[in-house]
């Protein structure tokens, strides 16, 4: 496939101090194998064909770079973009990437960097293409509501419902984007700009074609440490096992 992966990772981590303390929030350990969640990002899409990756660090960020290198490790070529104060949020780290000449392809997949999921990308991909769309967003055909709902009527309670799905396409955290949208929203959005609440909203003004790819496995969002301590341990064990993750124990017993 000729795209290339560009895999925000440079947030503070707010949510989960104190850990991000010390190491930056993709960099915290899943499953019994203990590897980094990025790695698990990685390694999910060398399988699934993406061979150039950039990462778009800030904070902590030498943890990472120490760890992964230039990705041969990993069977992938993986280039760094350094956030700063002029290019911020995670639109305006993806523009660096674009503008510096670290995103060379003309779709970038981009994947926020605290979520897991077993996304075909390559499936992603030929939807993108097939429909000549400037935007892809991959969504959840349901979400599952973290609070409990109420149903009442005429303030009188009819129905309590703890936690429900409800038939809502939820982001999921990952997208393929063409490079000239990016670079024509410099324009008026200018530097610092956030993908969904900027950048979606921007092409869908301008009559850009965006298209959703409905993803019905799960997914799960690392993005605080309450939701990394409900993790579903069966899920991270059987993702572990299909990437290869496992045998440490064994090799060292």
């Known amino acids: 496939m000729n795209l290339q992966a560009a895999i925000l990772a440079g947030g503070l981590g707010k949510r989960f101090r ?4 010390i190491i930056p929030k ?3 350990p899943l499953g019994e194998s203990e590897k980094p969640l990025l790695e698990y990002i990685i390694t999910w899409l060398a399988r699934g064909g993406i061979r150039n990756i950039v990462l778009l660090v800030g904070y902590r960020w030498k943890y990472i770079y120490n760890y992964f290198g230039d990705g041969t490790r990993f069977g992938v070529k993986i280039a760094y973009s350094l956030d700063d104060e002029r290019y911020r949020d995670t639109g305006g780290a ?20 605290d979520i897991v999921a077993r996304v075909d990308v390559g499936g992603v991909y030929e939807v993108h ?22 149903y009442e009527e005429g303030g009188r309670v009819l129905k309590v419902e703890e936690k429900p799905w409800l038939p809502l396409k939820a982001f999921i955290g990952i997208a393929v984007i063409k490079k000239e949208a990016i670079l024509e929203a410099y324009n008026d959005l200018g530097t610092s700009f956030d993908i969904m609440s900027d950048l979606i909203p921007y092409m869908i003004r301008k009559g850009y074609r965006i298209t959703a790819y409905t993803y019905d496995g799960p997914w799960f969002d690392v993005g605080s440490l309450e939701r990394y301590e409900k993790l579903d341990r069966d899920y991270i064990a059987e993702l572990e096992e299909e990437l290869g993750f496992k045998g440490t124990e064994e090799a060292v017993k």
Do not use: C, F, R
């Not at 104190?18 to 303390?21: E, G, L, R, S």
């Not at 993806?94 to 960097?113: D, F, H, P, R």
């Not at 967003?137 to 709902?149: F, R, S, W």
């Open 18 to 21: 104190p850990y991000t303390d």
């Open 129 to 150: 293409k097939a429909a000549g769309s400037h935007a892809t967003l991959v969504v959840a055909g349901k979400y599952q509501v973290p609070v409990g709902i109420v």
């Open 26 to 28: 993709p960099m915290v």
């Open 94 to 113: 993806l523009l660096k990437a674009v503008k510096k000449g670290a995103i060379t392809s003309e779709n970038v997949l981009v994947w926020y960097g």
